[in-house]
């Protein structure tokens, strides 16, 4: 089993490596938070809440909205698809018929 393991590498290493840039990007932050005060701290802290909140509504809204496009988009060209569909409809010629 430890042959196994040796040969496939171990999966938390592989994962660790894969986020390891992120990880990179977020320690990179600590030096200037460091250097806050606990007031501009709490500061710092209600703007990224906010600056999610505004995130996740603003895809609520995207989100809406496109279904409202979407359903819009689509009363207008059923029409023009049964349209089309009824145009495509070759009947059989009388020659082929007998």
Known sequence: MQL????L???NK????HIQPII???NAFEP???KLSDKELAAKTQE?????YLYL???MVLE???VSIFREALENIEPFAAKCSMLNYIPPSPSNAG
């Open 4 to 7: 196994l393991g040796k040969m």
């Open 9 to 11: 590498g171990d999966p």
């Open 14 to 17: 592989k994962e660790l490596n």
């Open 24 to 26: 990179d990007q977020i």
């Open 32 to 34: 200037t938070i460091k």
């Open 48 to 52: 990224f809440r906010s600056q999610l």
């Open 57 to 59: 509504k603003g895809g």
């Open 64 to 66: 809406d909205e496109l």
